[in-house]
Nanobody, 120 residues
């Protein structure tokens, strides 16, 4: 079992910043890739940012230049630095990870989500 726990969400004014963290625990051997997704009320879940084990990244067009995804190594937490936040960023943000467990079984896990609200 691999669990992902997100933290760092909250209420922020437009133009402000937040930093989300996602930590993996449990039987983890390695993590190949991690990503941040978000789901606003009445909308489908969408990819925000993704980072591979080689640290290549890709972003949704709506966040390019303002959001940065990062991780230190294959097991450390993954972060999402969000700057110049807009009201449209209001959503529940979910962390996702793909990797292998200590018994070398592949896993695909989701966190429980953290609420981000951008409002004055």
């Amino acid at each position: 079992q691999v669990q992902l726990v997100e933290s760092g969400g909250g209420l922020v004014q437009p133009g402000g910043s937040l930093r989300l963290s996602c930590a993996a625990s449990g039987s983890v051997f390695s993590i190949y890739a991690m990503g941040w997704y978000r789901q606003a009320p009445g909308k489908q879940r969408e990819l925000v940012a993704h980072i591979s084990s080689g640290r290549s990244t890709n972003y949704a067009d709506s966040v390019k230049g303002r959001f940065t995804i990062s991780r230190d190594n294959a097991k450390n937490p993954v972060y999402l630095q969000m700057n110049s936040l807009k009201p449209g960023a209001t959503a529940v943000y979910y962390c996702n990870a793909d990797g292998r467990t200590a018994t070398m079984r592949p896993f695909h896990s989701w966190g429980q989500g953290t609420q981000v609200t951008v409002s004055s």
